[in-house]
Structures are given as structure tokens and as C-alpha cells.
């Protein structure tokens, strides 16, 4: 696959490698086009202001600054509209040219979609990651220009996270782990997408016939409100997933690890050997000590052993009674009756 994409000229001629090159650099136009519109997306998101912007307003007070604000805001929405246009002509350029050349090579032509396709996306893959890199480049010069307010006390609430180790970790991957251990980042919509309209079509099916036609018409309308909210969740998730990677390779590198706190939702970053040292400390403080395995026994001779542990630890002064020796109720003799008053 890869010495095809690399080398189209060895089975075609010149002018059908000059189509190939064509289409690969205008459909790589198109991939550049869209990192470029997640990065505008995320800058916008997390208020990071690109290098492209180079708008300054004189004054530090606080009118000031949302001026500034709002026109970085600015600045950066036409931007993504420049993008989104540029966007559109290059993907009418791309479908000619496919439709062409889709005539023109039937059946070589999807083996050729597909070795442009694999390098493209490894060229794609370190596009993504320098564009993450600058994004926390601008995190961390936000971070360094930001000053604290000192004329406003805030609140002080309990941290969620507590880190016990020398490791660095920045404001982006600290608001992650406060987000808990129970927290799951949402997968993409499309990885779930044929099974989720599956099980709701098998869902409307198992109802009466005459309530399956509008129960089906409310389902398809919120399937769409989820296809088009899934866009803003997919940019999310995938910056998500590249901190988590961030946080789990640091974690591993110092040999640490992060657990829950005993009370609370709280999670502590710490050692591995510091950890284990602590356990190791606090079994050995309260006396524990390793069971013995009990052999497995039928569970009518398990229960009296139970009933003679119970008996002998004296935990309560009454005695317990036996529960084959417990009285049950039966019927008086008409010798233990009481007597009733005669009548007159």
C-alpha cells in the first residue's frame, strides 16, 4: 500500500501521476482546512487568543479588557467563516476531480483513495499534535499574564484533587481530574450511531401497531437534535482524550498513581511506593492478619458453627435461644384455659 502511494508513476504514466498528485494535495487542502478550523474552535472555546490576532487596546481596567475580549472574539468567528468558505470550494474542486477520475480508473481508483488516504491521515496525525503543542504554548502564556484579583475574595472550597507528588500539571489537565474518577469522556457519535438506531427501531416495534408511526416520528426528531449537537462534543472529546494522555503519560513516567480519598469524591495523586508504604503501615498498626482458607462445607453444618460462635462471644448478657429449641405457637388444651366468669 505504501510503495503505491509513495510511487504512482511505477504503474502509470506521467500525465495519471500528475491526477494522482492533484487530487492528493487538494484533499490534503481539505484536511488543513479543517485542523485549522478546530484550532480557531478551541481558541475561541478556551479564550486563547491565536498569534494571527494583533489587536491591543492601551488601559488594564476592566472595560478595557472586555473590549479586548470581544473583538479577539471577533477577529477569531471571521476567521472560521474565511475557513468555512474556503472549505466549501475546495471540497467542490475535490468532488469533480473524484467523479472524473472515478470514470476514468473504475476499479484501480478506490485502491488509490485508499493509499492516499493512509499517508494523509500520518501526515494529519503530527498536524494535530503540533496544533495541540501551540495550544498549550498560548495556555501557558495565558497562565504566566494573568494576574491575581486581589480587590475580590473568592470563596475557598475543598480541592478535589490533591497532588502529594513533585509532578507539574497544568491548569487544562488539573480541571480534568476535578472532574472525578467517575467522569467518562463521550465517545464520538458515530462509533455507536448504526446500533443506536437499530435498538430504537426495535424499540418502536415492540409497540402497539397503531402508536409505532408517531412514536417513530419523535424518535427521528431527537436523533437529529443528537447528530447536530454532536459536532461541539466531538471537538471536546478529542482534546480530552489528548490531556488524559498527557496525565496518564506523566503519571507513569514518575512511577505514581491516582486513587480515591477515603471520604468524599476527592483524588489523591500519589507514589506508588509511598502508597503501598501506607497500606503496608496501617494493617500492620491495627493487628490484621491473613484468613485461612475455610474449606468448603455443606451449609446445614455451617449454620450451628455459626450459631456456637454467636453463643460464645458473649456479646449480649440475655441468653439466646436455639432456633430449633424456640417455642411455637400451639393451640392451649381446655385444661389451660382460663376460667371464664359463669353467667347468671
Known amino acids: 500500500m505504501f510503495w503505491v502511494s509513495q510511487h504512482p508513476s511505477s504503474f502509470t504514466d506521467a500525465k495519471q501521476a500528475k491526477d494522482i498528485y492533484l487530487y492528493k494535495n487538494i484533499k490534503r487542502k481539505l484536511y488543513k482546512t479543517n485542523a485549522a478550523i478546530r484550532y480557531n474552535k478551541t481558541c475561541l472555546q478556551r479564550?486563547?487568543?491565536?498569534?494571527?490576532?494583533?489587536?491591543?487596546?492601551?488601559?488594564?481596567?476592566?472595560?478595557?479588557?472586555?473590549?479586548?475580549?470581544?473583538?479577539?472574539?471577533?477577529?477569531?468567528?471571521?476567521?472560521?467563516?474565511?475557513?468555512?468558505?474556503?472549505?466549501?470550494k475546495v471540497n467542490e474542486q475535490l468532488f469533480k476531480l473524484h467523479l472524473?477520475?472515478?470514470?476514468?480508473?473504475?476499479?484501480?481508483?478506490?485502491?488509490?483513495?485508499?493509499?492516499?488516504?493512509?499517508?494523509?491521515?500520518?501526515?494529519?496525525?503530527?498536524?494535530?499534535?503540533?496544533?495541540?503543542?501551540?495550544?498549550?504554548?498560548?495556555?501557558?502564556?495565558?497562565?504566566?499574564?494573568?494576574?491575581?484579583?486581589?480587590?475580590?475574595?473568592?470563596r475557598q472550597f475543598y480541592t478535589t484533587t490533591v497532588n502529594l507528588t513533585n509532578i507539574r500539571f497544568f491548569q487544562e489537565e488539573f480541571a480534568l481530574l476535578n472532574n472525578g474518577l467517575q467522569y467518562s469522556i463521550k465517545n464520538p457519535l458515530r462509533k455507536y450511531w448504526t446500533d443506536l438506531i437499530m435498538e430504537t427501531e426495535q424499540a418502536v416495534r415492540m409497540l402497539d401497531s397503531k402508536m409505532q408511526a408517531p412514536f417513530r416520528i419523535l424518535a427521528t426528531k431527537k436523533l437529529k437534535q443528537m447528530s447536530a449537537s454532536d459536532n461541539h462534543y466531538n471537538e471536546t472529546a478529542k482534546r480530552k482524550i489528548y490531556i488524559l494522555k498527557n496525565i496518564n503519560s506523566k503519571v507513569v513516567k514518575e512511577n505514581a498513581m491516582v486513587v480515591k480519598a477515603d471520604k468524599g469524591k476527592t483524588c489523591v495523586i500519589i507514589y506508588t511506593d509511598e502508597y503501598n508504604k501506607k497500606v503496608h503501615n496501617f494493617l500492620t498498626e491495627n493487628n490484621f492478619q491473613k484468613q485461612q482458607k475455610i474449606l468448603q462445607t455443606n451449609t446445614k453444618n455451617l449454620s450451628p458453627r455459626l450459631y456456637n460462635i454467636f453463643t460464645l462471644s458473649s456479646i449480649k448478657t440475655k441468653e439466646v435461644p436455639h432456633p430449633e429449641e424456640t417455642p411455637t405457637h400451639q393451640p392451649k388444651s381446655p385444661d389451660q384455659t382460663t376460667q371464664t366468669r359463669p353467667t347468671r
Open 47 to 88: 479564550q486563547l487568543t491565536p498569534a494571527y490576532v494583533n489587536i491591543r487596546i492601551n488601559g488594564k481596567n476592566h472595560q478595557c479588557q472586555k473590549t479586548q475580549r470581544t473583538a479577539n472574539q471577533y477577529c477569531i468567528n471571521q476567521e472560521i467563516k474565511f475557513i468555512y468558505t474556503k472549505k466549501m
Open 100 to 154: 472524473k477520475y472515478a470514470d476514468n480508473w473504475q476499479r484501480i481508483w478506490p485502491i488509490i483513495i485508499q493509499c492516499i488516504d493512509y499517508t494523509l491521515t500520518k501526515e494529519m496525525e503530527t498536524r494535530y499534535n503540533n496544533v495541540n503543542c501551540k495550544q498549550d504554548k498560548l495556555q501557558r502564556e495565558k497562565e504566566t499574564n494573568r494576574k491575581t484579583d486581589t480587590h475580590h475574595q473568592r
